[in-house]
């Protein structure tokens, strides 16, 4: 079984945690979600995996190479072109049209493939789930979840007969036209013979346009509903409650790293923290080199990423810090996600200093880039709600 991996989307729901970086390299304790889903295939015994990338794609390959540390195989296909003035200028051809120019190029999927959307911790039996494709004949099938009705107009829902045959395929409708409450999850095992149906170079998509098809003709395309943990980050208030579930350790097979120096709290190395007036109450993990000075508490499930500095009189609950944060003193951040300049709160709205409007996001993004290397710490002092 081979593998392919969806990563050239820009994450747009993500934002701003996905100014700086692809929406597959956005950290799960401190290491990328694609990451975990390259060591789930590794351990079910797929080599070779296939990934597309556009969007800030130098990243995704400069993390993940060839896969060597990982044990497999990975190989990028880049969706896009250079202009006249030498600049690669990603163009990303929709998620079926992605897989389309692999196989179109070097036939690379000349067997059962699963295809995984690079954007959701999963912990899926992939022989079982491989195993039911091949007995029922499929040519492709769906893993899905049954969701509450509010939410099925975020996903992709399925609609299927009493044997799991999938008759059609609702790519996130309102929540009055929906059929089902069974979502797919981003998980699917094809054959060679679907790709076969995917158009040469154009824009198509899984969801709005392949799967449709695959119902319209009659094929045999089924859903699976089995039970396995997925945590989706397709939203900032996702991605917030994954963490908040993660560091809690509610989720299976996810602990939280470093050395633990009291209940509930951890960190990395070389630490340092001023337990004067300060409190802190799990759970907490604190990154290395981070700074805590005198007087400051916080509040869990927090993380504070390596690198930070925390001054005295601040007070951080339920929140994510990625690396290189400065809280100023007295401000309080309470469940929110600071990252480089940006900083969101749980329900995706943006905040930042001196009451600056939502379109100077980018500038603020910009003068960062510009700062002389090693003074690129954040200043989080107007981050506070109010």
Same mark, same amino acid.
């Given at each position: 079984? *081979?593998?392919?991996?969806?990563a050239?989307?820009?994450?747009?729901?993500?934002?701003?945690?996905?100014?700086?970086?692809?929406k597959?390299?956005?950290?799960?304790?401190?290491k990328?979600?694609?990451?975990?889903?390259?060591?789930?295939?590794a351990?079910?015994?797929?080599?070779?995996?296939?990934?597309?990338?556009?969007?800030?794609?130098?990243?995704?390959?400069?993390?993940?190479?060839?896969?060597?540390?990982?044990?497999?195989?990975?190989?990028?296909?880049?969706?896009?072109?250079t202009?006249?003035?030498?600049?690669?200028?990603?163009?990303?051809?929709?998620?079926?049209?992605?897989?389309?120019k692999?196989q179109?190029?070097?036939?690379?999927?000349?067997?059962?493939?699963?295809?995984?959307?690079?954007?959701?911790?999963?912990?899926?039996?992939?022989?079982a789930?491989?195993?039911?494709?091949?007995?029922?004949?499929?040519?492709?099938?769906?893993?899905?979840?049954?969701?509450?009705?509010?939410?099925?107009?975020?996903?992709?829902?399925?609609?299927?007969?009493?044997?799991?045959?999938?008759?059609?395929?609702q790519?996130?409708?309102?929540?009055?036209?929906?059929?089902?409450?069974?979502?797919s999850?981003?998980?699917?095992?094809?054959?060679?013979?679907?790709?076969?149906?995917?158009?040469?170079?154009?824009v198509?998509?899984?969801?709005?346009?392949?799967?449709?098809?695959?119902?319209?003709?009659?094929?045999?395309?089924?859903?699976?509903?089995?039970?396995f943990?997925?945590?989706?980050?397709?939203?900032?208030?996702?991605?917030?409650?994954?963490?908040?579930?993660?560091?809690?350790?509610?989720?299976?097979n996810?602990?939280?790293?470093?050395?633990?120096?009291?209940?509930?709290v951890?960190?990395?190395?070389?630490?340092?923290?001023?337990?004067?007036?300060?409190?802190?109450?799990?759970?907490?993990?604190?990154?290395?080199?981070?700074?805590?000075?005198?007087?400051?508490k916080?509040?869990?499930?927090?993380?504070?990423?390596?690198?930070?500095?925390?001054?005295?009189?601040a007070?951080?609950?339920?929140s994510?810090?990625?690396?290189?944060?400065?809280?100023?003193?007295?401000?309080?951040?309470?469940?929110?996600?600071?990252? *480089?300049?940006?900083?969101?709160?749980?329900?995706?709205?943006?905040?930042?200093?001196?009451?600056?409007?939502?379109?100077?996001?980018?500038?603020a993004?910009?003068?960062?880039?510009?700062?002389?290397a090693?003074?690129?710490?954040?200043?989080?002092?107007?981050?506070?709600m109010?």
């Amino acid at each position: 079984m *081979k593998a392919m991996i969806l990563a050239a989307g820009k994450g747009t729901r993500v934002r701003p945690l996905t100014y700086e970086v692809p929406k597959p390299m956005i950290p799960i304790l401190g290491k990328p979600v694609m990451a975990y889903l390259i060591e789930h295939l590794a351990k079910h015994g797929v080599r070779q995996i296939m990934v597309n990338v556009a969007y800030l794609h130098e990243k995704i390959e400069e993390y993940f190479g060839e896969g060597e540390r990982f044990g497999v195989q990975i190989g990028y296909s880049f969706e896009g072109y250079t202009n006249d003035a030498g600049e690669v200028m990603p163009e990303p051809i929709g998620s079926a049209g992605g897989i389309k120019k692999i196989q179109d190029f070097g036939g690379f999927f000349d067997e059962t493939t699963i295809v995984l959307c690079g954007d959701a911790l999963i912990d899926l039996d992939l022989g079982a789930a491989l195993e039911e494709h091949r007995r029922k004949g499929a040519l492709a099938t769906v893993i899905t979840k049954e969701v509450p009705w509010d939410k099925v107009s975020s996903y992709g829902v399925v609609v299927t007969d009493a044997d799991g045959r999938i008759t059609e395929f609702q790519e996130k409708p309102s929540r009055e036209a929906a059929k089902s409450n069974y979502i797919s999850t981003g998980i699917y095992i094809f054959e060679p013979e679907v790709i076969e149906l995917i158009p040469s170079n154009q824009v198509f998509d899984i969801g709005s346009e392949l799967f449709p098809l695959l119902a319209k003709r009659g094929l045999p395309f089924y859903a699976q509903t089995r039970p396995f943990e997925w945590l989706d980050i397709g939203s900032v208030t996702d991605y917030w409650e994954v963490l908040q579930n993660v560091l809690a350790g509610d989720v299976a097979n996810l602990k939280v790293p470093g050395r633990q120096i009291e209940d509930g709290v951890w960190v990395g190395l070389n630490t340092s923290i001023d337990w004067e007036g300060t409190t802190i109450e799990g759970p907490v993990y604190i990154g290395s080199g981070t700074r805590i000075e005198a007087g400051v508490k916080i509040v869990g499930p927090t993380w504070i990423g390596h690198g930070s500095h925390i001054c005295a009189g601040a007070e951080i609950t339920r929140s994510v810090l990625f690396e290189y944060t400065r809280v100023l003193h007295d401000v309080n951040l309470h469940e929110m996600i600071v990252f *480089k300049d940006y900083g969101v709160d749980r329900e995706g709205q943006m905040k930042l200093a001196a009451d600056m409007p939502s379109d100077e996001w980018i500038n603020a993004r910009d003068r960062r880039n510009k700062r002389r290397a090693g003074t690129d710490s954040v200043d989080a002092a107007a981050l506070a709600m109010k």
